[in-house]
Nanobody, 121 residues
């Protein structure tokens, strides 16, 4: 089991940027970011493969968000630019034992506690 701790959330104005980090207790394989807004289901945001070469984004964030990882494969980042009020949610980091990227919650084995992102209009 991998322990995941997210950081970097906060309050930002629309059009601004935030960088989320997810620190893992050990090396990881495929990783992903999800988010959950009040009253809504958890939704996929971005994922990357173990090597970091392959990435995939939801249509709602494509072109604005970038997922990446460090060489040690213990930290994953989510750079969020051009933020919109509808991006407001709790953002969760997730780790999968798979090597290829995956996009659905059941494919992930470990989850962080989440970090709040609030975008004001």
């Amino acid at each position: 089991q991998v322990q995941l701790v997210e950081s970097g959330g906060g309050l930002v104005q629309a059009g601004g940027s935030l960088r989320l980090s997810c620190a893992a207790s050990g090396p990881t394989f495929a990783m992903g970011w999800f988010r959950q807004a009040p009253g809504k289901e958890r939704e996929f945001v971005a994922a990357l493969s173990r090597t970091g070469i392959s990435t995939y984004y939801s249509d709602t964030v494509k072109g604005r968000f970038t997922i990446s990882r460090d060489n040690a494969k213990t930290t994953v980042y989510l750079q969020m630019n051009s933020l919109k009020p509808e991006d407001t949610a709790v953002y969760y980091c997730a780790a999968s034992k798979r090597r290829t990227l995956v996009t659905t919650p059941p494919d992930y084995d470990d989850w962080g506690q989440g970090t709040q992102v609030t975008v004001s209009s």
